[in-house]
């Protein structure tokens, strides 16, 4: 992909972005997606030049500019993460050869569309569960029919494509995360995880679905020792110490070790490779 490709497909991506947050913020709040941005604080309506992604939070360093409020850094930071991730998305296409056959087959563009709307989702889905440490079911059923769609499209271009074996592995793969719900009666993992998990498997083949998953596993360990040890030493400062019982959202991490494994083209067997290397 040639810079100014990559510039156009990131600054797309960071209008998408923007509107990604005006999702994130009004899903379940009772607010309409659509209609004209406003300042939570003051109702302010907007202007189009204080909403231009990641400038106008700059030039504002950060405050509305009617009533001087804070605004959330999550703005910013999902503009940038969107642009990025549209960006690595399309590259990689690009070096599957999807974004090459474009104009010779319908199919392989709808593709490259599917796997920009799906990352939108799953965007969506990380910040969400950050914020309310819930995953709604709309969003986890959007992302699994696109992810079906994927499937769809794969096998039109590609007639030999083993499309039934996906399929039974998102199933397989949706039913032990269930299992560990239901088990642990909710202590170990949400029933949300599972049905997010249940596009993951359609949206992947299955070596690469289960090396994400053990990546999401091992972020997710990684991050939360990090976080006791540094409640422990910083509790006289924490107002909500971070204890074993603690809840951590974990769509993030199975989100981001999808993102690896679908970027860097990462199987179980290369996953077990760099682990004997790093061992």
């Known amino acids: 992909m040639t810079t100014a490709g990559a510039l156009f497909v990131f600054a797309i991506g960071l209008i ?41 939070f700059l030039v504002l360093q950060g405050r509305c500019r009617h009533c001087k409020s804070r605004l959330s850094l999550q703005y910013f930071m999902v503009e940038l ?14 070096e599957a050869g ?12 709808a593709l490259s ?10 965007i969506v889905i990380s910040v969400y569960d950050l914020r309310h440490k819930i995953i709604p079911d709309g969003l986890a059923y959007a992302f699994a029919f696109l992810a079906l769609l994927r499937i769809a499209a794969a096998f039109s271009i590609d007639p030999t494509y ?16 269930v299992g560990l719900w239901y088990f642990s009666r909710g ?31 091992w ?26 019982k603690s809840e951590l959202p974990f769509a993030p991490f199975l989100i981001a070790g999808l993102f690896f494994v679908f970027l860097f083209d990462i199987d179980l067997a290369t996953l077990v490779r760099v682990l004997q290397f790093i061992v």
Request: hydrophobic share 60%.
């Open 219 to 244: 972020g997710g360990a990684i991050v939360g020792i990090a976080l006791l040890v540094m409640t422990h030493v910083m509790k006289r400062y924490s107002k909500a110490p971070m204890t074993m």
């Open 98 to 109: 999807y974004i090459a056959l474009t104009f010779a087959s319908a199919a392989a563009f």
């Open 16 to 56: 998408i972005g923007s509107f990604l947050n005006v999702v994130i913020f009004r899903y379940n709040s009772g607010m309409k997606v659509t209609g004209r941005s406003k300042c939570f604080s003051c109702a302010h309506t907007l202007h189009w030049y204080e909403l231009i992604p990641l400038v106008s």
């Open 162 to 177: 083993p499309w039934a074996l996906d399929i039974a592995s998102g199933a397989l793969l949706s039913l032990f995360f």
């Open 113 to 122: 569309l599917l796997y920009l709307a799906a990352m939108a989702i799953l």
């Open 81 to 94: 993460l969107t642009g990025i991730v549209f960006t690595l998305t399309v590259a990689r296409l690009a």
């Open 187 to 217: 202590r170990w993992m949400g029933l949300g995880d599972g049905k997010l998990v249940l596009g993951m498997g359609w949206f992947l083949p299955f070596t690469e679905n289960i090396a994400a998953v053990l990546v999401a596993f």
